[in-house]
């Protein structure tokens, strides 16, 4: 979408860009409230802006999009620039902001733009739906499934089978990384720390331990932990799931 209120210019970046690249497909408007039109009326994939525009500015018009998807690239493209109004376009979260010259001269340039924030904001849109899936699919998982930062400082993921098991809120553990050894049976405590230890200097760790849930029920689980390597063979972080296994040791310890 190209908005701009100087018709002449509107024509003249749409045969350029469209020639310039087959795969674009240039729809203009003429004013920012136009612009919002179409946006509501069809799927754009990138926003290309005038500054200057009346009723309402370029900055106007970005702040009034973000307020509806702060994700959609948004290029501001003008005649002129200024330390302000480039000031102004970075706070509103522009994209990018390109000061128009010979036009003629400037169509592969904008037109390979498009195409490289377009490409980008597609592959983020596909991620973010691959870690939606996956995040539903470690949920309906009754294991434990982590995932810590190499010195055990940082909770970067865990399910939510984690408050059934040990008896805390994830957000407990999220505020407090280490506080699940609080619930460890203070026999299985050293060996617990000793396994993390090991995880951190790059040894993949088994171990079985008690928890002390808070409903008056020992637990036993069993966690399997294996380091994530750098290539330069510094460990980035320790990943693992720990599984209740009580049912298991009572069978074990009734035979």
């Given amino acids: 979408l190209y908005v701009n209120d100087d018709p002449d210019l509107l024509e003249l970046l749409v045969t350029g860009l469209e020639r310039?690249?087959?795969?674009?497909?240039?729809?203009?408007?003429?004013?920012?409230?136009?612009?919002?039109?179409?946006?509501?009326?069809?799927?754009?994939?990138?926003?290309?802006?005038?500054?200057?525009?009346?009723?309402?500015?370029?900055?106007?018009?970005?702040?009034?999009?973000r307020a509806q998807d702060e994700e959609i690239p948004f290029v501001m493209f003008t005649e002129t620039g200024s330390e302000s109004v480039a000031s102004a376009a970075i706070s509103a979260s522009v994209t990018d902001y390109i000061i128009r010259e010979t036009l003629e001269n400037q169509h592969p340039l904008v037109a390979q733009r498009i195409i490289t924030y377009v490409e980008r904001h597609r592959m983020e849109e596909r991620a973010a739906e691959a870690d939606e899936r996956l995040h539903e699919l470690a949920d309906m998982s009754n294991d434990v499934l982590w995932t810590?930062?190499?010195?055990?400082?940082?909770?970067?993921?865990?399910?939510a089978a984690y408050e059934p098991v040990f008896g805390q809120p994830a957000e407990t553990l999220r505020a407090a990384p280490e506080s699940f050894l609080e619930g460890v049976h203070p026999d299985d405590l050293d060996r617990v720390k000793l396994?993390?230890?090991?995880?951190?200097?790059?040894?993949?760790?088994?171990?079985?331990?008690r928890v002390e849930h808070p409903s008056s029920m020992q637990r036993w689980v069993e966690s399997h932990c294996k380091p994530i390597v750098a290539e330069d063979g510094t460990v980035e972080r320790v990943t693992g799931f720990t599984r209740d296994i009580t049912e298991r040791k009572t069978h074990e310890r009734d035979l």
């Fill in 20 to 65: 310039e690249v087959e795969r674009l497909t240039v729809r203009t408007a003429t004013s920012a409230q136009k612009g919002l039109e179409i946006l509501d009326d069809e799927p754009i994939d990138c926003i290309l802006s005038d500054y200057h525009m009346p009723e309402r500015t370029g900055v106007e018009f970005l702040r009034t999009v």
């Fill in 148 to 159: 810590f930062s190499a010195d055990w400082d940082e909770l970067l993921f865990v399910n």
């Fill in 195 to 209: 396994a993390m230890q090991r995880a951190s200097e790059g040894q993949t760790q088994q171990i079985e331990f």
